[in-house]
């Protein structure tokens, strides 16, 4: 055989009989996103894959239907794939202009946010208290009745007792009050300048630059940093929404489940997960009168 040197440069050696195989470029990593880039994933299993942010944003990203079910004439061409978590579904046409679509988006992400946090503040107490910590209304649609006129005393372990004299009607006042700033501060963009651990001071000027987007303001709102890398940022706002709106349909299920069942959502989770086929939502609606719906 003879040396030959392929479309590459590389040194290949022809042996008789043989047809000398090129070497075949390797396939170009897909890019995506709004401004073509790629990005990693933010420390969880499978972090190291690259992430195609084409699929997320853009007119070639994901829809809620494949597409040999929907046209692309079908989609609303207000929802033109900018936004984290448009899958260009709006039956109702509720996006008549930009203006109404930036409303409902905003909607959807606080009410998302709150979902995240009620479902958490569902789950872990009742999980603690199922497990030995002393927590007077682990049961969240109990906390009210259970707390009113008391004191906050949590004994969550390992870390002990913690003992707060305020009652739980101030502890509420001064929570409210507390996000009321807050909100007030990220949503207009103003305020008085302050300091915020990871961040360091800021002023008002900072303030008023998060106000872009009043949403994932980023800045004296963002302490552990993760809106500084732009790329990864786009990809944690996916995130944000997707699980946001898990944690809306969780809340809603933790609210039916409440009514009728009367059941905390731990209480209910450990059951199914002990005897999945003996207690599901099958076998409970027709468990007969016993568990009858209360709604």
Known sequence: GHALRDGHGERRTELPGRAVSKKKPAPKKATGGRNGFQTKGWGLPGAGDDINLAAWYGPNRKLFLPGGLLDAS?????????????????????????ADFEKYR?????????????????????????NGADIKGAVWYETGAVMLGDVLNYDAEPWGVINNPLPLVVVTAIEVG????????????TGP??????KGDFTTGDLEAASADPCHPGGPFDPFGLADDPEKFAELKVKEIKNGRLGMVAFLGCAVQAAVNREGAFAAWSKHV???FGYNLVTIVGSGAERSPTL
């Open 274 to 276: 002990s005897d999945p």
């Open 106 to 130: 905003v909607y959807e992400i606080i009410h998302a946010r709150w979902a995240m946090l009620a479902v958490a503040g569902i789950a872990i107490p009742e999980a603690l208290a199922a």
């Open 193 to 198: 300048q302050g300091y915020v651990p990871g």
């Open 74 to 98: 079908d989609i609303n061409p207000v929802l033109d794939g900018t936004a984290p978590g448009d899958y260009g579904l709006d039956p109702f046409n509720l996006s008549k202009t930009t």
């Open 178 to 189: 507390l996000l009321f700033f807050v909100e007030t501060y990220r949503s207009k963009g």
